[in-house]
Nanobody
Framework: QVQLVESGGGLVQPGGSLRISCAAS????????MGWYRQYPGKQRELVAH???????YYPDSVKGQFTISRDNAKNTVYLQMNRLKPENTDRYYC?????????????WGQGTQVTVSS
């Protein structure tokens, strides 16, 4: 079984920074890619950033230059550094793990961590 545990969300003022983390645990899996998605209630989940096992990153234009994704392979942990935060960045952020397990490429999701940008 694979589990994802997110941490680091909270309330931050506009212009501030926040780093959220996601640690993957379990056995029998090989990480292909890890990433972050955001979702506002009633809206579709959107990709924020992802990073491959070889360190290649991808960001949509909406967060390019504002967010930075990184990972610690030894800890199976992915981080999202969010800078110059704006109220419109308020969302629940979900960690995603794409991993090989039992010969299949599978998706796993964390429970989400709330990020609220407000004065």
């Amino acid at each position: 079984q694979v589990q994802l545990v997110e941490s680091g969300g909270g309330l931050v003022q506009p212009g501030g920074s926040l780093r959220i983390s996601c640690a993957a645990s379990g056995s029998g899996f090989s990480i292909n890619r890890m990433g972050w998605y955001r979702q506002y209630p009633g809206k579709q989940r959107e990709l924020v950033a992802h990073i491959t096992s070889s360190g290649v990153t991808y960001y949509p234009d909406s967060v390019k230059g504002q967010f930075t994704i990184s990972r610690d392979n030894a800890k199976n942990t992915v981080y999202l550094q969010m800078n110059r935060l704006k109220p419109e960045n308020t969302d629940r952020y979900y960690c995603n793990l794409e991993a090989w397990r039992h010969g299949l490429l599978r998706d796993y999701w964390g429970q989400g961590t709330q990020v609220t940008v407000s004065s």
